[in-house]
């Protein structure tokens, strides 16, 4: 079973403009949390799965970001996040609703889903390689993860790598190309920081 990083595709801009900042202020307003404890939740949301959901409030719209609008793709990384098209969200909710969470967003009115992923998949740790620079450590040169646990889990994180970068087998990346979603790019360099 091969593994992938899921990247977009190169020169590309985010979808919306998700602003933290404006963000955590808004929740705020409907949670009665202050915004920088909002602002603290999505800074470390990635790697201590941190759920949205009870938040989040109806018809939150954000801008198109750049020429976003114009590059039109069904899926694209946000972050750690996943954001799509609503026929992207209907072929997919079932496959995914184990491994996170939906959350409803318009882009200029146009409704879409921001998925929220909240899974890890379990790293082979003997297998795996720090990688030093100057005697401290900086990142990690290998990641392996243990087939046994990631065979069925469609997306997940890696707390080693940080929760930064998002992962998935041979069946996410089969659903997306054998429905011609646009968006994604698959690299088996599970490290690599560029398309």
Not at 18 to 34: A, R, Y
Not at 40 to 56: D, G, K, P, V, Y
Not at 68 to 81: C, E, M, N, T, V
Not at 93 to 112: D, Q, S
Request: hydrophobic share 40%; aromatic share 12%; with cysteine.
């Amino acid at each position: 079973m091969t593994v992938y990083q899921i990247k977009n595709e190169a020169y590309t801009y985010d979808v919306i403009d998700f602003n933290i900042v404006e963000l955590s202020k808004i929740l705020s307003k409907h949670s009665g949390l202050e915004p920088d404890t909002i602002l603290t939740m999505f800074m470390s949301a990635a790697r201590h799965n941190i759920e949205f959901s009870h938040l989040w409030p109806e018809g939150l719209n954000f801008d198109y970001f750049g020429k976003a609008k114009k590059q039109d793709y069904d899926i694209s990384r946000l972050g750690h996040f996943l954001i799509m098209k609503m026929p992207v969200y209907e072929l997919l909710k079932e496959r995914l609703a184990n491994f996170g969470e939906f959350l409803p967003v318009k882009a200029e009115g146009n409704n879409m889903i921001l998925f929220n992923l909240l899974t890890f998949g379990q790293e082979q740790k003997d297998m795996c390689l720090t990688k030093y620079e100057d005697g401290f450590e900086d990142g990690l040169e290998l990641l392996i993860f243990e087939q046994d646990d990631i065979q069925n889990k469609l997306l997940f994180k890696s707390k080693l790598e940080g929760a930064q970068k998002v992962y998935c087998t041979d069946e996410f990346k089969n659903i997306i190309q054998s429905n011609n979603l646009k968006g994604l790019v698959f690299d088996e360099d599970l490290l690599e920081l560029f398309v």
